[in-house]
């Protein structure tokens, strides 16, 4: 399995950087889809509101377990910040969503041992896989 992609959606306890309980935002419905694949979603927004029934969590550094991808939903000049974070707790992947780009952040999250995913969105791939 050498597709990155493919390397994240077989992981399983996912924390999602920007989720709250606005179900306009994109991050509700990707975490909602995730949660129908079999993932444990873990909100982390900085009112650390609990989301579909998961607890929140400030920051990724607040979460009292292992991560394994850190889904990141804010914008593009934020996202370094969170991928530090991501390198920091040890996560095994980022993946950077849709029109959030950040090509040194990306380039440090794999220089780390990180698989990394940018400018993608999760929902949009499972549903490809049907």
């Known amino acids: ?17 920007g989720l709250s309980n ?7 419905r990707v975490s909602k889809l995730l949660i129908e694949k079999g993932h444990q ?22 979460i009292p377990f ?6 990141i939903f804010v914008n593009s000049e ?8 991501a390198i920091a707790i040890k996560a095994k992947g980022v993946w950077l969503q849709l029109d959030v780009i ?3 952040a990306v380039d440090r999250a794999g220089k780390a041992g990180l698989v990394t995913v940018m400018n993608r969105c999760p929902a949009i791939e499972y549903g490809k896989k049907i």
């Open 41 to 62: 979603v873990i909100p982390v927004h900085p009112k650390a509101e609990t989301v579909h029934g998961q607890q929140g969590y400030a920051k990724l550094s607040d």
């Open 78 to 85: 934020l996202a370094g910040e969170v991928v530090d974070s």
């Open 1 to 17: 399995m050498s597709n990155p992609i493919d390397q994240l959606l077989a992981l399983k306890t996912w924390a999602v950087v």
């Open 22 to 28: 606005n179900s306009e935002r994109a991050a509700y």
């Open 66 to 71: 292992a991560v394994d991808v850190v889904d």
């Open 102 to 104: 950040d090509e040194a």
